[in-house]
């Protein structure tokens, strides 16, 4: 019923940038909170930006400065916009996206993930 579809992963240099979309699509009410998370190779999920409808984000301590968050409301897309990229960076990044099915009723959905690989 609802999909997130990620693009903009890749491979970069350290210190480049790629910048992260998320579209939206499917039948829902409103899209509340969205956010980004990463993975790496054997260690845990993490937070990395979240961002509400009405714009106030919140950033891990280790992207602030170098990453941003954004969303456009008009085509239910979330953005990333990664800078200064540093190998340490390098994971596979989820889109996550509170639905509003229907007055009352939330659900979370999650992107398949995109590769981001940061190395020399």
């Known amino acids: 019923q609802v999909q997130l579809v990620e693009s903009g992963g890749g491979l970069v240099q350290p210190g480049g940038s790629l910048r992260l979309s998320c579209a939206a699509s499917?039948?829902?009410?409103?899209?509340?909170?969205m956010g980004w998370y990463r993975q790496a190779p054997g260690k845990q999920r993490e937070l990395v930006a979240t961002?509400?409808?009405?714009?106030?984000?919140n950033y891990a301590d280790s992207v602030k400065g170098r990453f941003t968050i954004s969303r456009d409301n008009t085509k239910n897309t979330e953005y990333l916009q990664m800078n200064s990229l540093k190998p340490e960076d390098t994971a596979v990044y989820y889109c996550?996206?509170?639905?509003?099915?229907?007055?009352?009723?939330?659900?979370?959905?999650w992107g398949q993930g995109t590769q981001v690989t940061v190395s020399s």
């Open positions: 996550k996206a509170t639905v509003m099915l229907t007055m009352g009723r939330s659900d979370d959905y």
């Open positions: 499917g039948r829902f009410f409103s899209i509340n909170a």
């Open positions: 961002i509400t409808r009405g714009a106030n984000t």
